[in-house]
Nanobody, 122 residues
Framework: QVQLVESGGGLVQAGGSLRLSCVIR????????MGWFRQASGKEREFVAA????????DYADSVKGRFAISRDNVRNTVYLQMASLKPEDTAVYYC???????????????WGQGTQVTVSS
């Protein structure tokens, strides 16, 4: 079973930056897309960003475009989410996930990490 382990979350002031990392401990076939989602308290899980493993093509939610950057290191089998200009509304548990097909729905992603908390204070 694929294991995805996130790290890098924490408490930061508004306007600050954080970098999340997700190590995918075991390669799987059809690991076409790696993505980040977030879930704020009382809300549904929402798409943040995704990147194709082979070509590095990225996609972002409008709410984070221009502030967040997703990248991957295929040698280390790791995906990153660099977050800048953080806002209180970015507060959530952030999850990494992998998909064989891509998309922006959580249902498109079959393997998930345990999540890492990001809290942005005003």
């Amino acid at each position: 079973q694929v294991q995805l382990v996130e790290s890098g979350g924490g408490l930061v002031q508004a306007g600050g930056s954080l970098r999340l990392s997700c190590v995918i401990r075991r390669k799987i076939a059809n690991q076409y897309v790696m993505g980040w989602f977030r879930q704020a308290s009382g809300k549904e899980r929402e798409f943040v960003a995704a990147i194709t493993r082979r070509t590095g093509v990225s996609d972002y939610a409008d709410s984070v475009k221009g502030r967040f950057a997703i990248s991957r290191d295929n040698v280390r089998n790791t995906v990153y989410l660099q977050m800048a200009s953080l806002k209180p509304e970015d507060t959530a548990v952030y999850y990494c996930a992998t998909s064989a097909s891509g998309g922006r729905s959580a249902a498109d992603f079959g393997s998930w990490g345990q999540g890492t908390q990001v809290t942005v204070s005003s």
